[in-house]
């Protein structure tokens, strides 16, 4: 919020805030009168800063909560520890209505909901090429009168946009089960889902069978173009995670996963008819189910009509057109490597954005 609130100014922090908020809200609705099994597990968030630069992060969170009307909680030194059991972070700040969810298994249970509602679906039908109304596979081809490309890391003979996208390797590891007794160590008051203050942030929550999951990565293969696809990462992470909590250094961590997100330059998504094919909607760079989650929403009423009054806003704050410390001429010569974390951090720590927002430009 507070970055937000930096970059939109109050009311364009607002209206950002409630986009993930509103994509909760239908992951809720869509789990809950669906029957979906997915591990919802309703878990308060809390940001946690590290040494004293994360107490300024979490000081400037809170204040910015507070002045938006938004509930929090801040925790500073010895109250942090009744929340969380670690030693290592020197603020947090806590606020509700958040929670996890198995997302493989949510997806599953949608499709399941499409299926049975008559929805035709095609997996496994790779688009090779796009012209006017006709999307074209190896197969077959298909024709709408409306097109929408809600899809990771498209390539550009299929969008004209795939330079507006990077990706973030990222690194996911579970443990054993935890015992009470060390669920307790590590969460006094009842789980959390947990981030810290770090660029390349870890993440870590507990499941519905007390697994831990925890995440994160390093600079050096972040934003790399290939894949790493060894251990190494993920050791590293779980080895500042078991020096946070010394309590927890017999946990077990079973398994890991690697996969790719994708990003824009300052995390926000990219939404747009295009220009001259009004009739060709994207989406592109959702980080985060709830984003993502509304951002289909969002294209699917703009589609069939069924627009909210105000949204139109949106395509403001998420055009293609977002200006960045690096702009897009000088990337394509020294690579998206390098362009999209400077991007990234400076959107994240420095840049304003207030009249470029309000204006649409």
Not at 50 to 58: D, E, Y
Not at 201 to 230: C, H, I, M, P
Not at 286 to 294: D, E, H, K, Q, Y
Request: glycine share 10%.
């Amino acid at each position: 919020m507070s970055q937000l609130t930096r970059r939109f100014g109050p009311h364009g922090a607002k209206d950002l805030w409630d986009v993930p908020v509103r994509g909760i809200d239908r992951m809720l609705f869509l789990a809950r009168t669906s029957g979906v099994e997915c591990d919802l597990q309703k878990q308060d968030s809390l940001y946690l800063g590290k040494g004293s630069g994360g107490v300024k992060a979490v000081r400037a969170e809170y204040e910015s909560r507070r002045r938006l009307g938004y509930e929090s909680q801040a925790y500073y030194g010895a109250d942090l520890r009744s929340v969380i059991g670690s030693i290592g972070y020197t603020a947090g700040v806590r606020y509700r209505d958040t929670y996890g969810i198995d997302g493989l298994k949510y997806a599953q249970g949608i499709k399941g909901m499409l299926l049975d509602g008559g929805m035709g679906l095609y997996e496994s039908s790779k688009v090779i090429g796009f012209s006017g109304h006709t999307a074209k596979t190896h197969m077959g081809s298909v024709t709408a009168d409306q097109v929408i490309f809600c899809a990771d890391k498209l390539e550009p003979e299929l969008s004209p946009y795939s330079w507006n996208v990077y990706h973030e390797q990222t690194f996911l590891s579970i443990t054993e089960p935890l015992s009470p007794a060390e669920q307790e160590s590590m969460f006094p008051e009842g789980p959390f889902q947990c981030w810290d203050s770090d660029l390349i942030y870890s993440y870590y929550r507990l499941t519905g069978s007390r697994r831990l999951l925890l995440g994160g990565g390093s600079l050096f293969t972040t934003y790399a173009k290939n894949d790493s696809e060894t251990s190494r990462v993920i050791d590293r992470v779980i080895g500042g995670f078991r020096r946070m909590f010394p309590t927890l250094a017999g946990v077990r961590f079973i398994q890991f996963w690697m996969g790719r997100i994708d990003m824009t330059r300052d995390l926000l998504p990219t939404v747009l008819k295009e220009p001259g094919s009004p009739w060709i909607h994207r989406v592109l760079g959702c980080v985060g189910l709830p984003w993502a989650t509304f951002c289909g929403d969002f294209a699917a009423r703009q589609v069939l009509a069924e627009k909210e009054t105000g949204d139109e806003k949106y395509y403001s704050y998420f055009n293609a057109n977002r200006k960045f410390l690096v702009p897009l001429w000088l990337e394509k010569a020294i690579g998206k490597r390098l362009a999209f974390p400077i991007n990234n951090a400076w959107a994240k720590y420095y840049q304003k954005d207030l009249k470029q927002t309000l204006s649409g430009d």
